[in-house]
């Protein structure tokens, strides 16, 4: 099995193109920039979501294969976890747990911007949550 040198696994996100889009039926537009792509491994892509004021992750539904984990960076945030909403802000780590509906909108005056991990999950391998 052939290794990737150190430096073909480090990052960042300024060196990648931002892409705008309408998340999962958002209201308003977001931007990504994905520095990780992964087809095998447990990862399957890190993003830097910044989401304007105003700006929202529409609630959405996973499939039992995958989770996320969102890493508040910045910003100020109402999170829609499961039905629950809460609010959130720099250094608050959520879990969408697989088959889970979330959701995500930025209610401050700046920039919400979150870390994005989505990796696999197995479904036959999962508690009930």
Partial sequence: MKRSAPGER??????RAFQRVRAHGGAREISFARVVTRNRGSIRFIDLSVLGPGADIGCHTHEADNEELYVVVSGKGLMTLDGEEFEV???HVILNRPGGTHGLKNIGEEELRIVVIEVESQPENLEQR
Wanted: aromatic share 22%.
């Fill in 89 to 91: 802000g720099p250094g």
């Fill in 10 to 15: 480090r990052y960042k996100f300024e060196d």
